[in-house]
């Protein structure tokens, strides 16, 4: 047991007194929301459960058998393939390898929006491939510039749907278009757009268009606890281009990236997709959107730049005032250019964005005293 020198020992309820978690009361950057009761329950029931393992902790398994079906009814797809990652940045890693994995050239590029997560980054400098960055046109992909830099050597064409610093959506069928044309995959991230979009008339999914692998995270807008990612494949052949043998697991295989995996994240994007898929999530996105749109006009209505909110989340320009927002207590982001981000995420309620409009009232107030 760690004690402090000349002090009692350091006792569980004296660490958890020490490190509290993070309230979500004044969260507004984040893509991570307080998970659902139901989804909390049965992560804690599955907390010590090891889907990497399917052999042996085989009701696990089956409930991760479970999830990847509802993400494939939230995306569109009948029979899909896949399982329970880690996060959107595995998810996506994890579609660049099949990518690569499949492709004969020596020298395989990826293609993507300037949108793109981070993670293709990383993906590109651990998998050895190029990555070629298109320009965006009205926050989305522009079609032109991907078709100028998708060749014979391209393995993959990523489009984005629900972009994270403006909640955009690339044009998916054209794109999946392009890379069919171009003997590549096509793969889309709905890491956070996954369980807001089934509900807007958006063109995205697998039924859209001939995706062949996406990202929807369940640990985002659908209220599961965190970790809780997922990776969607058309069909089980791109699976197996993940495939490792495991000859000294009950399992003969592995096609996840990470080994060993907690089943609380299973269990719990299993639990909250079947509480409230499809109504419940429905009545959020439309709960959350509203919330975007409110605070959308009443930062216009002020005299900010806003980006015009098609998803719930809103980029503000307000200038040097995030620094003194944050020291109210804001826990607030900005995009690369500079405004604010405000994702209307299940914890952000009306009542906290008035809150957030007032302090930046009084500040504009302090500011003409």
Known sequence: MTTDKGAAPLTADRVMQRAEPQEFSRVLSSMCTEPHPTARAAAERFLATNPGDPG????????????????????????????????????????????????????????????AHFSFRKAADVLGVELRTAPLAGYRADLEAVAELVDDDTVLVVGVAGSTEYGRVDPIPAMAEMA???????????????????????????????????????????????????????????????????????????????????????????????????????????RSQANADWLAAELRSRGYDVVEPVLPLVAADLGDRIAALRERGWRLSPTEAGEARVVCMPHVTRAMLREFVADLDDLDDGRRR
């Open 56 to 115: 042996t902790y085989e009701s696990v398994a089956a409930l991760e058998r479970t999830a990847v079906d509802l993400l494939g009814q939230v995306a569109g797809l009948r029979d899909p393939a896949g399982y329970v990652a880690s996060g959107g940045t595995e998810a996506n890693v994890q579609a660049v390898r099949i990518a690569r994995n499949r492709a004969a050239t020596r020298d395989p590029n990826v293609v993507a929006p300037a949108s």
């Open 180 to 286: 069919s044309d171009a003997g590549a995959l096509c793969h889309v991230d709905a890491a956070w757009g996954g369980f807001v979009l089934p509900f807007t008339d958006h063109d995205w999914d697998f039924s859209d268009a001939p995706v062949d692998t996406m990202t929807v995270d369940p640990h985002k807008m659908g209220q599961a606890a965190v970790p809780a990612g997922g990776l969607l494949t058309r069909g089980p052949e791109l699976l197996d281009e993940l495939a490792v043998d495991t000859p000294y697991l009950e399992s003969t295989s592995q096609v996840t990236l990470t080994g060993t995996r907690s089943g609380a994240g299973v269990a719990s994007a299993v639990a909250v997709m079947e509480e409230l898929w499809p109504d419940g999530y429905e009545a959020e996105y439309r």
